[in-house]
């Protein structure tokens, strides 16, 4: 499940994140973001003692969209101790997802 956080510092928030995290890449205007909604819902349920959820809109977030190279949507990045080790882009149903996470985490 994706929670809703403000913080300072994005990079802060990865490092101090205690289970690696699965961030959203993500626009409003973006229809296949929309698709992903539900699917990130489930990875979180599914996946919930084992990662955390971020949801981060790529327009008003644009460095950080930038600083992670964040060309298409939606992209997901896994990132372990604030470094990331795995990314997706595109619409994939939820199985495939958690299949290709559980080996991170």
């Not at 997706?88 to 985490?105: R, T």
Request: glycine fraction near 4%; include cysteine.
């Amino acid at each position: 499940m994706a929670v809703k956080k403000q913080f300072a510092n994005f990079a802060e928030m990865l490092a101090g994140s205690p289970k690696p995290v699965l961030v959203d890449f993500y626009a409003t205007w973006c229809g296949p973001c929309q698709m992903m909604a539900p699917i990130l819902e489930q990875v979180g349920s599914h996946l919930r003692q084992q990662l955390q959820v971020v949801k981060i809109d790529t327009d008003r977030y644009p460095a950080i969209a930038t600083q992670y190279q964040i060309q298409s949507l939606p992209t997901l990045v896994l990132f372990k101790q604030g470094q990331p080790v795995h990314r997706i882009e595109g619409v994939q149903q939820a199985a495939q997802l958690i299949q290709q996470l559980q080996v991170f985490v």
